[in-house]
């Protein structure tokens, strides 16, 4: 975005992929845990990239950054994932410039949520940005596009009742168990990893279904214990899976492993038992549907329930791009001030040349010159004529190309443009 003095020779880009055209298989292949997204960051560093933010869901993985080419990004994804450039081309998005900047705010406004309403991205958003500019990896562009996304989210989610009722894999998965499975309360349910999503999943369990019965296990014994704790809920250790999933009518599987940790092999019931995965990749072998009594149902079927909350929330989206719109509108009106910034930085500097000829001029004209005073004086009048030409190139009536130019022209400042 060179016209706007953002980043010399460089485009603003957004690539990626999502559940609109990848399924849970390419994106587990693209998806990022915490140390590739740090190892991601600090190859961008390595190779020049001067400003990106990486987000990865279970849903979407996602760069937005500086570059001369989106080759350059989707090298960075391809590098620290298992995921191959054929595959990326299939499947992905890449966007431009304004294209790239209308996207993180649908994005982070939810719009782009496959449920919709679901505001988990923004906080997702605002941790990335975090994690870039402790890495030195976030320029003023990037910051301020972020906090303009930050402050559309925030406007929609309490102008508008787009979040009523607002929903997630983890709320989605509880309302269709009470939909399917009859006396949800008298049930065995085995939850099966306890990070975020696991969590979520198993605070709705406990509101939703008044059942008692739920046991928890995770690799890492004492997280599944912190959350136990705050439930009265049984912990068992990960050597038990097998012997727990025996047991259980209805096993939910939200690990973050990246192969599959539970297939046909370790299933053994003789009853019917409900699987739900909910992880990216998934961690459930398609191969348990072998077995007569198991179902599986995985987390890209559960995102697509739609209900009448749903479709009530489809009525907000009107006014959520109107509010989009405006915050956006606000954002470009500052980009445009970053288009002429070196204009008025040029002719302040022309101004002062012109200040400083003058002065010395009259030092040597008048025997009692005040030099302190002229240069007050001076400085105050430089002041005002550049504050007056920058108020006129933010009025919408005028054209700032054609002022800038016209500016340029009668200052002579175009080499000092170029050097500002």
């Known amino acids: 975005m060179e016209q706007y003095n953002i980043s010399k020779g460089n485009s603003f880009y957004a690539i990626g992929l999502s559940y609109k055209k990848a399924d849970a298989k ?16 600090e190859q961008a560093k390595q190779e020049g990239i001067e400003s990106l933010v990486v987000t990865s869901t279970c849903n979407r993985t996602e760069i937005y950054g500086f570059a001369q080419h989106p080759f350059q990004l989707i090298k960075l994804l391809c590098d620290n994932t298992v995921g191959t450039v054929e595959e990326f081309q299939k499947v992905a998005f890449v966007f431009k410039n304004k294209d790239a900047i209308s996207h993180m705010f649908r994005v982070g406004s939810g719009l782009d949520s496959q449920i919709l ?27 301020r596009l972020v906090n303009a996304v930050i402050q559309a989210s925030k406007r929609i989610k309490t102008e508008t009742d787009i979040s009523t009722g607002a929903t997630s894999v983890s709320f989605a998965s509880v309302q269709y168990i009470l ?8 049930k065995n349910i085995l939850l099966f990893g306890t990070g975020k999503i696991g969590r979520n999943t198993c605070e709705n369990l406990v509101k939703h279904s008044q059942n008692k019965q739920i046991t928890l296990i995770n690799r890492t014994k004492d997280k599944a214990e912190a959350i136990a704790g705050k439930f009265n809920l049984v912990v ?15 096993l939910i599987v939200a690990t973050g492993a990246q ?13 019917p038992l409900l699987i739900l995965d909910l992880s990216i990749p998934k961690n459930v072998n398609d191969n348990v549907s072998d077995l007569e009594n198991v179902t599986l149902v995985h987390l890209d079927y559960l995102s697509k329930i739609t209900d009448n909350t749903l479709e009530k929330r489809k009525e907000h989206i009107p ?11 606000e954002f470009n009106a500052w980009l445009e001030t970053r288009k002429f ?14 200040k400083n000829a003058e002065l010395d001029t009259q030092r040597k004209k008048m025997a009692n010159f005040n030099e302190e ?6 400085n105050k009048i430089i002041q005002k004529i550049t504050n007056h030409f920058a108020h006129h190139l933010k009025d919408d009536a005028i054209s700032t190309d054609e002022s800038l130019e016209l500016i340029k022209k009668v200052f002579q400042l175009e080499t000092a443009t170029k050097n500002a």
């Open 373 to 378: 005073q002229a240069e007050i004086i001076g």
């Open 179 to 186: 939909n399917e499975v009859e006396n949800v309360s008298e």
């Open 341 to 354: 910034a070196p204009t008025i930085k040029a002719l302040k500097h022309k101004l002062q040349d012109f």
């Open 236 to 250: 068992k250790d990960y050597s038990n899976l097998q012997e727990e999933i025996h047991t259980s009518d209805i």
């Open 26 to 41: 390419i994106r587990g292949h693209f998806s990022l845990d915490t140390e590739s997204k740090i190892n991601l960051l």
């Open 319 to 329: 006014l959520a791009e109107t509010i989009i719109e405006e915050v956006k509108t």
């Open 259 to 271: 192969m599959p940790t539970v297939d046909k092999h370790i299933i053994q019931n003789n009853k």
């Open 117 to 143: 309403g679901d505001f988990e991205i923004i906080g997702q958003l605002k941790h990335a940005a975090s994690q870039s500019k402790k890495e030195g990896l976030l320029n003023h562009f990037l910051e």
